[in-house]
């Protein structure tokens, strides 16, 4: 059974800097892509970063693009988002999402409906 448990989040002020972990239990971590989703309240869940089954490929979305950046650690079964110049428009719930079929190399995916597992979520709050 998939399991993806993400820490990290908290309350910040506009432009400080957060990091969020999500650890993967259930299955071989680097034989998939993973992203970063967020949800604001009353607003629908976003896309915000993808990253490569390697981690040699990145993608992000404009609203984050140079501010944020994804990696992972396929020794440690963990993906990570380092998160700087923090806005108050990044306040959100942020998910790590995993897809059910095997990745090809180099593949990611920026869909929610890629994904098939997702982790409980850990809220980020940026103060102005």
């Known amino acids: 059974q998939v399991q993806l448990v993400e820490s990290g989040g908290g309350l910040v002020q506009a432009g400080g800097s957060l990091s969020l972990s999500c650890v993967a239990s259930?299955?071989?971590?680097?034989?998939?892509?993973m992203g970063w989703f967020r949800q604001a309240p009353g607003k629908e869940r976003e896309f915000v970063a993808a990253?490569?089954?390697?981690?040699?490929?990145?993608y992000y979305a404009d609203s984050v693009k140079g501010r944020f950046t994804i990696s992972r650690d396929n020794a440690k079964n963990t993906l990570y988002l380092q998160m700087y110049s923090l806005k108050p428009d990044d306040t959100a719930v942020y998910y790590c999402?995993?897809?059910?079929?095997?990745?090809?190399?180099?593949?990611?995916?920026?869909?929610?409906?890629?994904?098939?597992?997702w982790g409980q979520g850990t809220q980020v709050t940026v103060s102005s």
């Open positions: 999402a995993a897809p059910a079929a095997l990745s090809l190399s180099g593949a990611y995916y920026y869909r929610a409906a890629d994904y098939d597992y």
């Open positions: 259930g299955r071989t971590f680097s034989r998939y892509a």
């Open positions: 990253i490569s089954r390697s981690g040699g490929t990145t």
